[in-house]
């Protein structure tokens, strides 16, 4: 038989039952069931009037808390703190604070707008320096007649854009990131002067027109005198830009 939880008298049940009984506070006799785990026998109701309540003083506590949001507590403490010692100041003093307020405030805005301004200027110093770096490597590479397709992306890699003086100028380096010298008088090398190293070097010498020999010192594409150049020293380029210049 099961037993029920509360009981409002103990009539009829044996003695053995009555025992598991406890009166209350209110006359009525609740099951005396020892807690395991956790589980345990309770007053439904007032554990739901109780939840009720503490939901309620939650969502009281919610609303007024939405009067703060955005409010630093440290700050705030701070602040009533320097408005207690405010109400002892002298007219001086109190003037005194708000001009540093003010200037406190102006200082803040001009740090935030010298960021955005470096950050702007980072990024027109950098396209600045792609587009000098490519006009001038696209003249010499032009002069020497040599395939800007194909060479910029090489010239680019040797130079960076650098201020000298309050101008930038484009300057050759090498691989360990120094600026390269030509010539014994130990002077800058230039992009042109890089350009013409770039044609005498067997690596790009293709990408250049009529670079490169032939044999013998004669330039590629060539008659030279006394003969026909030797075709087996071409390269399929060359070969192709002879047959082009000596059609008949």
Do not use: C
Request: aromatic share 4%; proline share 4%; charged share 30%.
């Amino acid at each position: 038989m099961a037993l029920k939880a509360i009981l409002e008298s103990l009539d009829g049940l044996s003695a053995d039952v009555q025992k598991e009984y406890k009166k209350g506070d209110d006359g009525k006799f609740r099951l005396d069931v020892t807690a395991v785990d956790g589980l345990e026998l309770a007053e439904v109701s007032k554990l739901q009037s109780a939840l009720s309540k503490e939901r309620e003083n939650v969502r009281t506590l919610t609303d007024k808390n939405k009067a703060f949001d955005g409010i630093d507590p440290t700050k705030a403490k701070d602040a009533i703190k320097k408005v207690e010692e405010m109400a002892t100041w002298t007219p001086e003093q109190k003037v005194k604070e708000q001009i540093d307020a003010v200037k406190t405030q102006l200082l803040d805005a001009h740090g935030k707008e010298k960021a955005k301004l470096e950050e702007k200027l980072g990024r027109l110093q950098h396209h600045l320096e792609g587009a000098m770096i490519t006009a001038v490597a696209t003249q010499a590479l032009s002069e020497q007649k040599g395939s800007v397709q194909l060479l910029l992306p090489h010239v680019e890699r040797q130079t960076r854009l650098r201020e000298i003086d309050g101008k930038f100028v484009v300057e050759v380096i090498g691989a360990d990131g120094n600026p390269r010298l030509a010539g014994t008088q130990g002077v800058p090398m230039t992009i042109q002067q890089l350009v013409e190293e770039m044609k005498a070097n067997a690596t790009y010498a293709a990408a250049f027109e009529g670079s490169g020999a032939a044999g013998g010192g004669t330039p590629p594409g060539s008659r030279p005198k006394g003969g026909t150049p030797d075709l087996s020293k071409m390269s399929p380029t060359e070969k192709l830009r002879y047959a082009r210049q000596n059609k008949t």
